[in-house]
């Protein structure tokens, strides 16, 4: 099956520096691939869409010079939490979806990063 | 996306079967129901989807009721393993919409 990495797994890192997270399709061609917020006790939270080649498109409420994120390859993409606060501890999720995938358009999610910031 | 309604927790001993049930009232023609579990700290895993007929895979079945507002997932023979939060999704079946999760249904399997 598909899988997707995502690096690094666990980071804490001081207030107003920044962290880079790496999401990795490691068997198949992301065209697409999606980044998720969830706070402890609450559901997945889109964030943003990347396209490979394109710029994000983020939700509402999400701000896009806070959370960089980069889709350069079909098989990388990264968000970069730019100075980092307490409040922007969460954990992060990326998803992939590929145009290989069968009909019904499965995404494929990756472990997740668990940002702490001091 | 068409919103769905998950009963917040639900108990189910170890063996037995586990129903979950998912209201999706408002539900396209052309959006199928997806369904996913995350186990604690982990990324949301797929389990299975369905159109219109009942699915079943090595993981689960899905009912899907015949007028398609509300479904359910079974998982035959619960263990403690299968505790986790049961996400169930409508999504359309082509494009680029990504999943957007609900609150779902938090299983406890007990031994």
């Known amino acids: 099956g598909a899988v997707v990495s995502q690096h690094p797994s666990r980071v804490i890192c001081k207030s107003g520096t920044s962290v880079k997270i790496e999401c990795r399709s490691l068997?198949?061609?992301?065209?697409?691939m999606f980044w998720y917020r969830q706070f402890p006790k609450q559901s997945l939270m889109l964030m943003a869409t990347?396209?490979?080649?394109?710029?994000?498109?983020?939700e509402q409420g999400v701000e896009k010079d806070k959370f960089l994120i980069n889709h350069a390859s079909l098989t990388l993409s990264t968000l970069t939490v730019t100075s980092a606060h307490p409040e922007d501890s969460s954990f992060y999720i990326c998803?992939?979806?590929?145009?290989?995938?069968?009909?019904?358009?499965?995404?494929?999610f990756g472990p997740g990063t668990r940002l702490t910031v001091l | 996306d068409a919103k769905t309604t998950q009963p917040p927790s639900m108990d189910c001993a170890e063996g037995r079967a586990a129903n979950l049930p998912c209201n999706h009232s408002t539900i396209s023609g052309n959006e199928y129901v997806y369904w996913y579990r995350q186990i604690h700290s982990q990324g949301p895993q797929y389990i299975i989807h369905?159109?219109?007929n009942n699915e079943t895979n090595e993981m689960a079945s899905l009912i899907i009721t015949e007028d398609r507002k509300s479904s359910t997932l079974i998982l035959p023979h619960a263990t403690l393993r299968d505790t986790a939060v049961y996400y169930c999704i409508v999504r359309a079946h082509s494009g680029n919409t990504p999943l957007v999760f609900g609150k779902g249904t938090r299983l406890s399997v007990i031994a």
């Open positions: 998803s992939a979806r590929t145009q290989e995938s069968s009909s019904y358009n499965e995404q494929f």
């Open positions: 369905g159109l219109k």
């Open positions: 068997d198949f061609q992301a065209t697409t």
């Open positions: 990347s396209n490979e080649g394109s710029k994000a498109t983020y």
